[in-house]
């Protein structure tokens, strides 16, 4: 499925003089512009993308256990990953025509072609504020930098110099963290609220993202992808703990995701003129998930209020068991898996709103 150097896109029709087509499983396509290939996929971030390194190290944010991966390659496959299936690290390598699911670099398991086409550093439970990853024992930002960083020696030993340079020059990388800092750190920490409000607490996000941009850049990254915030206060955990009785969407919440993406935004598009040969690809996914949690029946959903693990108003993580109960029959009809996090056809479909109209901004 997966062929080192000439074979790595095996989903791949070629037309002739056309533009490379990328087929989903779902049957969406994109393109990739000029006849492009993508070496591989690397991704950082939070619980969104991360498809199992939480399994390897020591913290309670884990997901390795069923229900979670209940659909995943057919069923029953607890994998790490925060869903029932894939999440988008898996679709977003699938739609640049790499591999159909991206392996956690901490995998003791991994072989050489998973370096060579792609891994992800993500770390359910981090974010950009320091604090946040400090706070659940996971894994940092700065740190899944250094893991890229030997993640490049390791194949500049396998396969050269040369050969490693085109991997990492020409790879896709897609950055997805930030909503922990919010719900989690934000919102219940009490001395950062009191060490900051709003405006000054997306600045510090802001700037660590920035930061962080760059140091990916000056080791050698030049086509990154950024994923701004969701509509946090729509997700069933944040509607339960701070909604009403009516359990609504939490406005502050959105509206603190709000003001972070027009920063991150406003500062990436300063990054591109500062940095004229690279990329940097700013995706939103905040208006799209609204749309979805509003319009549902245009994406094919039914339930967009809690997700399908139990009661779907509070658990997530360990909350989500085997011995969860009223767990729903068809996690295809419900936009939220958990209190937290999306189905993975949810993810399909956002994953397709975010992403698509943006492939050729890599490029």
């Not at 533009?19 to 779902?26: K, S, T």
């Not at 509003?294 to 085997?322: Q, R």
């Amino acid at each position: 499925m997966r062929c080192l150097f000439q074979n790595l896109l095996p989903l791949l029709i070629i037309w002739s003089c056309a533009a490379l087509i990328v087929f989903q499983r779902d049957g969406s396509a994109v393109s990739l512009p000029n006849n492009e290939t993508v070496p591989a996929v690397i991704v950082f971030g939070d619980s969104i993308v991360d498809p199992g390194n939480n399994n390897y190290i020591t913290t309670l944010i884990k997901c390795n256990f069923l229900p979670y991966g209940r659909d995943f390659a057919g069923g029953d496959r607890p994998t790490g990953r925060f869903s029932n299936g894939l999440v988008p690290s898996d679709i977003i390598a699938a739609k640049f025509g790499v591999k159909n699911s991206l392996p956690a670099y901490l995998d003791p398991n991994l072989q050489l072609e998973d370096l060579l086409t792609g891994v992800s550093f993500a770390s359910g439970g981090a974010g950009y504020d320091p604090l946040t990853s400090t706070l659940v024992s996971v894994i940092s930002l700065p740190s899944q930098l250094e893991m890229f960083i030997d993640y490049k020696i390791k194949i500049k030993q396998a396969v050269g110099e040369s050969r490693a340079a085109y991997i990492v020059s020409k790879g896709i990388y897609i950055v997805c963290i930030g909503s922990d800092d919010i719900a989690n750190t934000y919102a219940q920490t009490p001395f950062r609220r009191a060490q900051y409000d709003i405006p000054s607490y997306t600045d510090l996000m802001a700037e660590q993202a920035i930061s962080f941009l760059q140091e990916l850049y000056g080791v050698g990254a030049r086509r990154i992808g950024v994923f701004g915030l969701t509509a946090l206060g729509c997700v069933p955990s944040q509607r339960t703990v701070a909604g009403g009785v009516g359990r609504a969407c939490v406005d502050s919440s959105n509206q603190a995701a709000s003001l972070f993406n027009s920063k991150l935004s406003s500062q990436m598009s300063a990054l591109n003129k500062k940095f004229p040969d690279a990329r940097l690809v700013y995706l939103d996914s905040y208006n799209p998930l609204l749309d979805m949690i509003h319009n549902p029946a245009l994406y094919g959903f039914e339930e967009t209020e809690k997700g399908c693990c139990g009661t779907g108003n509070i658990e997530v993580g360990i909350l989500c068991n085997p011995y969860s109960l009223n767990m729903c029959p068809n996690a295809s009809n419900y936009i939220f898996w958990d209190s937290y996090h999306p189905t993975e056809r949810a993810y399909s479909v956002l994953s397709s709103l975010v992403l698509d109209n943006k492939i050729q901004d890599f490029f």
